[in-house]
């Protein structure tokens, strides 16, 4: 079931991951599609303000041109039979070779006027102005005179757009639009990595062969990365928040999954630990209801009842004891540690105790707890050991910082792949036959606990020849 669980996780994640792929993939592509188009329409912008603001200077030069009499002559008269006002443009210079005067009317004056006045000079030529202009945007110049002509001509036509212009509106227009990218206009060397734009006919002459300009970027991955900034973050943010879901709900099924394994393990050592002496009692019980006993076989009787009944008080109160760890308050006091062990040694005659420790050490530390500590580690050494002489060695050492307390013994030892692990609730370490050996896998994490409460730490090291070293680091 949890493995289930863990690939549906697992195809939940990749799906997540995917589709914010997916997107970011699409809108990389979108990005880029208006990158080009913005860049091809800025381009073409960019020429067409060239054209205007050229067409606005030959304009503004034309303007001073014709109100100059010394180059022009503008005079009108009524028509009496077209019923209209004639304007003429004559040349003062009537040195080359073409029509030097022009005359034609100007729907936009249509009162009679004799004569030319300043007003209606100026009126006719705004109006001259704006049909002249008119044509230039179509890359035409119409003739009137052959000297008007040749100045439009030449500065107009003559006079080409220059590029470094271009190129400062065109910088202009694409920092508008949050471009930065360098670009190069009819780049000498084309390289095969650069982005081109459609070309621009820049002639004004559109009667001619064309002249083309084409901007050339480099890449356009700085422009897309900062307008997809948000969406690329949301998408990071999205997937992170996936990622520590999705290690969350697996460290919660394997928690769940370590306690389910735990708690089998408990019941499992406690029912074994169980079994023996309610059989022994079972039987002992048993044997006095069927059988007539002297006084003395049936207090013998009666002390293995007790010495089983015992057993279960031991095993009950170990528990008890053990799921309280985290509740118990200390109760500090200066203690003298070689009696403590002493102390114990007179109660464990199930292995020898040998005390090493300095009669004069003391630590503030809780008694009781650290009588347990004591109790728990004899217990464990007398159980995984298969010497003859079972024996276990306490000694310590005082340093400015803290004590140290060591508790060696001559056991089996535990292997290195389960050094980390004894420290865990219910572990047992395997063996052949874990049920060989009493216990339930609780007496060492509670040791664990203890010495967090009290402040200190236990670590764990090989024996040598054989067995297991203990050190209980206590502050000062």
């Given at each position: ?44 912008l ?7 603001q050229?067409r ?33 443009i004559?040349d ?34 705004d ?10 945007k179509?890359?035409?110049i ?85 307008k ?39 019941v ?7 079994k ?10 048993e ?25 279960l ?67 464990n ?96």
């Open positions: 079931m949890k493995k289930n669980i863990i690939i549906l996780l697992c195809i939940t994640l990749l799906t997540i991951v995917g589709l914010q792929l997916h997107f970011n993939i699409s809108s990389y592509r979108t990005e880029e599609e208006i990158f080009k188009r913005k860049v091809n329409e800025g381009l073409k960019s020429v067409n303000k060239s054209f205007e050229k606005a200077a030959v304009i503004s030069e034309l303007k001073a041109y014709l109100n100059d009499e010394s180059k022009v002559k503008i005079s009108c008269q009524w028509s009496p039979k077209n019923e209209m006002t004639i304007f003429t004559a003062v210079d009537t040195s080359k070779h073409g029509l030097h005067k022009a005359s034609f009317s100007k729907e936009n004056i249509p009162e009679k006027i004799d004569s030319i006045t300043p007003e209606v000079k100026k009126r006719f030529i109006i001259f102005l704006r049909d002249v202009e008119n044509e230039l179509k890359g035409a119409w003739y009137y005179t052959i000297n008007i002509g040749d100045f439009l001509h030449q500065r107009y036509f003559k006079t080409p757009i220059e590029l470094t212009e271009i190129r400062k509106i065109y910088r202009a227009y694409l920092n508008e639009n949050f471009i930065y990218d360098e670009f190069e206009l009819n780049p000498n060397v084309k390289a095969p990595h650069l982005i081109p734009t459609q070309k621009i006919n820049m002639n004004l002459y559109r009667v001619v062969e064309p002249l083309y300009v084409q901007a050339f970027f480099k890449s356009p991955y700085t422009y897309i990365i900062r997809q900034a948000g969406a690329l973050i949301g998408s990071l943010l999205l997937v992170l928040i996936a990622l520590f879901s999705f290690g969350y709900m697996l460290k919660v099924l394997l928690s769940q999954q370590k306690l389910n394994e735990q708690k089998d393990q408990l499992t050592n406690i029912t074994h630990e169980l023996t002496p309610l059989a022994t009692i079972q039987i002992t019980a044997a006095i209801k069927a059988f007539d006993l002297t006084p003395e076989e049936r207090q013998n009787y009666l002390d293995i009842i007790l010495k089983n009944t015992e057993s008080d031991r095993l009950t109160t170990g528990i008890l004891t053990e799921a309280r760890a985290g509740q118990v308050k200390p109760q500090m006091q200066p203690v003298a540690v070689s009696a403590l062990v002493d102390a114990i040694r007179i109660n464990m005659d199930q292995i020898e105790i040998v005390n090493e420790i300095n009669t004069g050490l003391s630590l503030t530390t809780d008694p009781g707890l650290l009588t347990k500590i004591f109790q728990n580690l004899i217990d050494s007398a159980r995984y050991n298969s010497s003859e002489l079972k024996r276990v060695v306490i000694s310590a050492i005082e340093s400015r910082r803290n004590v140290q307390i060591t508790v060696s013994d001559n056991g089996i030892g535990i292997p290195d792949a389960d050094k980390g692990k004894v420290f865990e609730r219910f572990y047992r370490v395997p063996t052949k036959d874990i049920h060989d050996i009493r216990g339930y896998g609780i007496g060492l994490s509670y040791v664990k606990q203890v010495m967090k409460i009290l402040n200190g730490r236990i670590e764990l090291k090989d024996n040598f020849p054989q067995g297991s070293v203990f050190t209980l680091t206590f502050p000062k």
